[in-house]
């Protein structure tokens, strides 16, 4: 019989297949003013109040600064090949620049990088997971050219203090998201809303930044340090809502305008996607403008930032249905540049703004590897929601399992070039705009507790017993199919 796509797939991962879970400074880390560290946009934009839920902070979060020798114990037991977390910026440059450095902040990385490796487990470091220092920010923040050349001194920065040790490098998690959410819409910090200019010229920043930050790695660390530095985007998968050839051109723009902004230019033909830049000019000019809201490359940008990434870091977690649209409209706005209808279905399983879709995963993997010839890609992000407070999550098991099965069959089935996995993460932790009332964790935490207690949820333990196994060895009795929804 042929195989469908709701068959699970009993197979295991490569042997060189890694397993990690991940978290980001701002949502664990805590200590917002101690030891000297500068301020962050996040802390700027909860102190604020009326941002984020319950005017709630991670003001202490999981208390990580404190209790990361907890968060290795933890990271042990699950038994992951990785851990990946963030550098707090401000932590470590309080106004950013790195003629300021902290000392306190250099000993709080230098103990959780050699506890990490003191535990068998490898740390993977992302640069910049949205806790700008707020003085950069006072300065223009990513709006500011300037900045390209800031990150590259505080990247370099850290190659030279940690690089001894840490031998995977991320530069930026997402920018689609906190350029739409922080520049955009406004619900992310520093809380602007410029849908339809500043978005586009901040990603222009965001991507010569990028690159500088793997040229100086490549150059001046690579020789002697011998690690990888790559760049983390995200994207839902985007299934066309009918077979009319007009939804499937929608729904490949959706991608395009998503990851592709920010794919096309490292790992692609080089340059925004083409069908980015001709929507944008005809919107524009409607729109009264003299030229693109989309900034250009000139010919030495558009190589200087090609073919900056190590491999293709994938953060996903869910799927929409896309449909053609033609939406005019006098506001200028990323969404409205697309001229598309995002759709649901409404009998997928889903948890806050998650469905659940598992195949969802591997058409994707499957498109990136048709688009971009096949990249290495790690999976760096990658989990399920809920808003209580179980530790009996058979949903986010079931999520796990099914999408983990997927990234199976893309490697085994399809010849998808995947290299590791990531679940997001480690710990119930600061969920940004919804803060503490949204939980991802595959540990409870407790945040009435002052100790911040953690407990292995039912999903600790499936993870646990995957990494174990690497995958799913073909079952010794023959046991109940759990089907994927089609
Ligand atoms: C990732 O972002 C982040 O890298 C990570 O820090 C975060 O904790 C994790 O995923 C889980 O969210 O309900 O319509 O308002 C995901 C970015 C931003 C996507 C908020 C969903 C809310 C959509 N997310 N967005 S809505």
Not at 46 to 67: L, M, P, R
Not at 243 to 264: H, K, S, T, V, Y
């Amino acid at each position: 019989a042929v195989a469908t796509r709701a068959d699970f797939l009993y197979d295991t991962f490569p042997d060189y297949f890694q397993w990690g879970v991940a978290t980001a400074s701002y949502q664990i880390e805590g200590a917002w003013n101690v030891d000297g560290k500068g301020d962050s946009i996040w802390d700027t934009y909860t102190h604020a109040g009326g941002n984020v839920v319950k005017n709630e902070t991670g003001d202490i979060a999981c208390d990580s600064y404190n209790k990361y020798e907890d968060d290795v114990q933890l990271l042990q037991d699950l038994g992951v090949n990785f851990y990946r977390f963030s550098l707090s910026w401000a932590r470590l440059l309080p106004t950013g620049r790195v003629d300021q450095p902290n000392q306190a902040g250099i000993d709080y990385y230098n103990s959780l990088i050699d506890a990490l490796l003191a535990a068998g487990v490898e740390p993977m470091v992302t640069l910049y997971h949205w806790d700008l220092p707020q003085e950069l920010d006072d300065q223009g923040g990513w709006e500011n050219e300037d900045m390209v050349q800031i990150f590259n001194e505080y990247a370099v920065f850290a190659f030279e203090l940690f690089g001894d040790r840490v031998k995977s490098w991320i530069t930026f998690n997402e920018p689609y998201v906190f350029i739409t959410m922080g520049y955009g819409q406004g619900a992310h910090a520093p809380g602007l809303q410029s849908p339809g200019e500043k978005v586009y010229t901040v990603a222009h920043v965001v991507l010569k930044a990028h690159a500088e930050a793997w040229h100086s790695y490549n150059e001046l660390f690579r020789p002697t340090q011998d690690g990888v530095i790559g760049i983390t985007l995200d994207s839902e998968w985007k299934e066309p809502y009918s077979d009319d050839p007009e939804d499937i051109e929608a729904a490949e723009r959706a991608i395009q305008f998503c990851l592709g902004w920010f794919a096309n230019p490292i790992f692609g033909s080089g340059g925004y996607p083409t069908v980015m830049k001709e929507k944008i000019l005809e919107k524009s000019l409607e729109q009264g403008y003299e030229e693109s809201r989309l900034p250009e490359f000139t010919e030495e940008e558009e190589n200087r930032i090609h073919g900056t990434s190590d491999f293709f870091g994938l953060n996903h977690y869910t799927t929409s249905l896309v449909q053609n649209a033609d939406r005019p409209s006098l506001v200028p706005s990323y969404l409205n540049d697309r001229d598309i209808i995002t759709r649901v279905n409404s009998t997928w399983d889903r948890s806050e703004w998650i469905f659940v879709v598992p195949w969802g995963l591997r058409s994707l993997l499957n498109w990136i590897s048709d688009s971009y010839g096949n990249p290495n890609v790690i999976i760096t992000e990658n989990g399920m929601s809920d808003s209580n407070a179980t530790l009996e999550d058979a949903h986010r098991v079931n999520y796990f399992r099914l999408y983990t099965n997927n990234v199976l069959k893309a490697i085994k089935l399809d010849g998808c070039d995947v290299r590791s996995y990531t679940a997001w993460t480690l710990m119930d932790n600061f969920e940004w705009a919804f803060a503490y009332d949204v939980r991802f964790g595959l540990h409870h935490v407790d945040f009435e507790d002052p100790e911040r207690p953690r407990t292995p949820k039912a999903s600790a333990e499936f993870i646990r017993q995957l990494v174990a196994d690497n995958g799913f060895p073909e079952p010794e009795a023959v046991i109940p199919e759990v089907l994927e929804p089609e």
